[in-house]
């Protein structure tokens, strides 16, 4: 398996967890934000499972925008957002750095 097909699964596996938890939390009358975010963490647990080793495969524009995706759905969910929202909107609303700095950072680098 190559870094490629590494990020597309995991991307589709955070998609999936943070779907799930959307089906766990309604966007109305749901949880409060913090606990929320600690679900948030779990997908982004997910994302950056290796992240040190894999992390030079963010370069490509196309890795990077799978894996910002399957993090705006988290952020969507943390933030209790509309889907039309930016996807930077919804980083900063929900407290979430982009996930290249978060796989940069695990892999020690500034």
Excluded: D
Aim: net charge positive; aromatic share 4%; proline share 5%.
């Amino acid at each position: 398996m190559n870094f490629s097909e590494h990020i597309t699964r995991t991307a589709i596996r955070a998609r999936e967890t943070s779907a799930a938890l959307g089906k766990l939390m309604p966007s109305v009358g749901g949880p409060k934000s913090s606990k929320r975010r600690v679900m948030g963490a779990v997908a982004h647990s997910i994302i950056l499972y290796a992240a040190p080793i894999w992390e030079g495969a963010m370069r490509v524009e196309k890795m990077r925008l799978r894996l910002a995706g399957a993090q705006r759905i988290m952020a969507l969910r943390v933030c209790s957002g509309y889907r039309t929202v930016s996807r930077e909107a919804l980083q900063v609303i929900s407290s979430m750095p982009p996930i290249e700095l978060l796989a940069r950072e695990r892999r020690g680098g500034t």
